[in-house]
Structure formats: structure tokens, C-alpha cells
């Protein structure tokens, strides 16, 4: 599995949108020049619009559909660009503003989820963070990206967030690599306390979580993070940016991996025991 072959969902979708443009322009009986003056645009601006190696904001689109007389195609152009864009979301720009927000902008899908499946090989499920691991993990974040850091304020909004999982009547299943219990973020106490809620997490009857042992044989390699929402949305998370995946062919392959990583995980007392290992390893 591959950044390229989520990307090309995010590609079709500003092709589609791009292409969208074009038939509009062709139909209104203008030449691409002749769009450009009517916009106000150097000629190679409407051709790399028209081409979809350049993202129109929602102005440049008003201005298009102006141009062509073409309002009425207005409102279904803008939520088609809308809709790319949420497809593959630059951190940098997510987070201008600091992490507060986007941690809110998710609640809204947390609550209409009712299964949802999590794999992470980096860091503790955002769902399991503590307050204290939650913020010194954001607190990196910030400073990586160079934004505001409301780390503590944004790491309250994701604890809060995380309350679903006490919802009897949603499903949860996590699956973490062993490695991820040794990553510290924050001092040894506060990793003591995120451990220790690891293992109240076990408990939890509607909760699944999974660790795949350093030692297991492998058939699934390891992956950049990602969560399933119910079968219709997939989101990948990696460095720079997320993506957020629709398309049924994709989210089967994630599906399948998902399936893969849990088979070689371990559940209940074993898991348990991998935990406790780790709290005892602290200083």
C-alpha cells in the first residue's frame, strides 16, 4: 500500500472538477484567452485551472462561471472543490490557527461513527491519549510545524472527543506496534499514567485494542496510521498532510490490511502483559 495510490483519488477529484470547468467554458462558446480576459487572468492561468495542475480557490471559480454565464453551476462547482480539498488536507494549513480547531472539526464524524477501526505504529490512538501524553505529542507537533502551540487546550478538546469510546453502542478495534509503548512523549510519569489507562482501556467491552509484538511474524508490513470510519471513509495520516479516502476499491484494500495487522496482535491477557512490561521499564 502506497501514498500514490490514495493520491489518485484526491487527482480524479480536481481532474473532475477541472474538466468540469472546461465543458462550462466550450459551452458558453469561449476561447481560453478569451476566458482569461474576461477574468482578468493571464492566459496561463486558466490553462493550468483548466488542466488541474492548479487548484482554483472558490473566487476563481465565482469568476469562471461569471465569465460563462454560468451561475447556476455555481454552488454544485464549489462543494465539488470543497469536497477535493477535505480529500487531502496539508497539515501546515489545517493547523494555522493552532491544533484546537482541528481537533473540533472531527467531532462531528466521531459522533455519526458507529465501528471504528485504528491502527497506529508511531504513537498511542488519539482516542487513548491521556491529557498529559496527548499535550507533550501536540506540543511537538506545534513546534515541528512552526504554528501556534495550544497544545494543553487542544489536547482537552481531544480527550473530550474521545468520550464515544465510553458509548456501549459504538465498536472500537486499536491495533498499536509494541514500539509505540517505548515512544515517550512527556516524562516518565506521564507515560506511566498513559500505560496505566492503556490497560483500563482493556476492560472496556465495546473496545478491541491489539498490540503486534516486536517478535511477530510478519505479513502485513508496517504502515503509516490509519482509521476506518465505518466502512465508507478511510484517513491516512503522514507527515505532511491527511487524506481522507472514499473510494470503495481503496477502503476494501484498507479493510483487508486492518484484518491482516490484527491477526498477528495480541489481545486480552497478552496484551496486558506487553503493558505492564513496558510500565516496568520505565525509570
Given at each position: 500500500?502506497?501514498?500514490?495510490?490514495?493520491?489518485?483519488?484526491?487527482?480524479?477529484?480536481?481532474?473532475?472538477?477541472?474538466?468540469?470547468?472546461?465543458?462550462?467554458?466550450?459551452?458558453?462558446?469561449?476561447?481560453?484567452?478569451?476566458?482569461?480576459?474576461?477574468?482578468?487572468?493571464?492566459?496561463?492561468?486558466?490553462?493550468?485551472?483548466?488542466?488541474?495542475?492548479?487548484?482554483?480557490?472558490?473566487?476563481?471559480?465565482?469568476?469562471w462561471c461569471r465569465a460563462c454565464g454560468a451561475e447556476g453551476q455555481?454552488?454544485?462547482?464549489?462543494?465539488?472543490?470543497?469536497?477535493?480539498?477535505?480529500?487531502?488536507?496539508?497539515?501546515?494549513?489545517?493547523?494555522?490557527?493552532?491544533?484546537?480547531r482541528a481537533q473540533n472539526s472531527v467531532v462531528p464524524l466521531y459522533q455519526r461513527t458507529r465501528h471504528m477501526r485504528v491502527y497506529c505504529?508511531?504513537?498511542?490512538?488519539?482516542?487513548?491519549?491521556?491529557?498529559?501524553?496527548?499535550?507533550?505529542?501536540?506540543?511537538?507537533?506545534?513546534?515541528?510545524?512552526?504554528?501556534?502551540?495550544?497544545?494543553?487546550?487542544?489536547?482537552?478538546?481531544?480527550?473530550?472527543?474521545?468520550?464515544?469510546?465510553?458509548?456501549?453502542?459504538?465498536?472500537?478495534?486499536?491495533?498499536?506496534?509494541?514500539?509505540?509503548?517505548?515512544?515517550?512523549?512527556?516524562?516518565?510519569?506521564?507515560?506511566?499514567?498513559?500505560?496505566?489507562?492503556?490497560?483500563?482501556?482493556?476492560?472496556?467491552?465495546?473496545?478491541?485494542?491489539?498490540?503486534?509484538?516486536?517478535?511477530?511474524?510478519?505479513?502485513?508490513?508496517?504502515?503509516?496510521?490509519?482509521?476506518?470510519?465505518?466502512?465508507?471513509?478511510?484517513?491516512?495520516?503522514?507527515?505532511?498532510?491527511?487524506?481522507?479516502?472514499?473510494?470503495?476499491?481503496?477502503?476494501?484494500?484498507?479493510?483487508?490490511?486492518?484484518?491482516?495487522?490484527?491477526?498477528?496482535?495480541?489481545?486480552?491477557?497478552?496484551?496486558?502483559?506487553?503493558?505492564?512490561?513496558?510500565?516496568?521499564?520505565?525509570?
Amino acid at each position: 500500500m502506497s501514498y500514490p495510490e490514495s493520491l489518485s483519488s484526491v487527482e480524479e477529484a480536481r481532474r473532475a472538477v477541472a474538466g468540469q470547468l472546461g465543458a462550462i467554458r466550450r459551452d458558453a462558446g469561449l476561447t481560453g484567452l478569451e476566458l482569461a480576459v474576461l477574468c482578468g487572468w493571464h492566459p496561463s492561468k486558466r490553462s493550468r485551472i483548466e488542466n488541474a495542475r492548479t487548484r482554483p480557490s472558490e473566487e476563481d471559480i465565482r469568476s469562471w462561471c461569471r465569465a460563462c454565464g454560468a451561475e447556476g453551476q455555481l454552488a454544485d462547482l464549489i462543494a465539488s472543490s470543497r469536497d477535493a480539498d477535505s480529500m487531502y488536507r496539508e497539515w501546515k494549513r489545517v493547523h494555522t490557527g493552532g491544533l484546537k480547531r482541528a481537533q473540533n472539526s472531527v467531532v462531528p464524524l466521531y459522533q455519526r461513527t458507529r465501528h471504528m477501526r485504528v491502527y497506529c505504529s508511531n504513537v498511542i490512538p488519539g482516542l487513548v491519549q491521556t491529557v498529559g501524553y496527548a499535550t507533550a505529542l501536540l506540543s511537538s507537533i506545534a513546534e515541528f510545524e512552526n504554528v501556534v502551540n495550544d497544545a494543553e487546550e487542544a489536547a482537552i478538546a481531544r480527550a473530550a472527543r474521545s468520550e464515544v469510546i465510553y458509548d456501549a453502542g459504538r465498536r472500537f478495534a486499536m491495533l498499536i506496534e509494541e514500539d509505540v509503548l517505548y515512544f515517550r512523549f512527556g516524562d516518565s510519569e506521564v507515560m506511566s499514567r498513559q500505560l496505566t489507562y492503556l490497560l483500563s482501556i482493556l476492560a472496556l467491552p465495546n473496545v478491541s485494542f491489539g498490540i503486534i509484538p516486536r517478535t511477530a511474524v510478519r505479513k502485513m508490513w508496517t504502515l503509516e496510521g490509519f482509521v476506518i470510519y465505518d466502512d465508507t471513509q478511510v484517513q491516512v495520516e503522514t507527515l505532511s498532510a491527511d487524506m481522507n479516502i472514499t473510494r470503495p476499491g481503496e477502503i476494501t484494500v484498507y479493510l483487508r490490511a486492518f484484518r491482516e495487522l490484527a491477526g498477528m496482535a495480541a489481545h486480552g491477557s497478552a496484551a496486558r502483559t506487553l503493558i505492564q512490561e513496558a510500565i516496568d521499564g520505565l525509570d
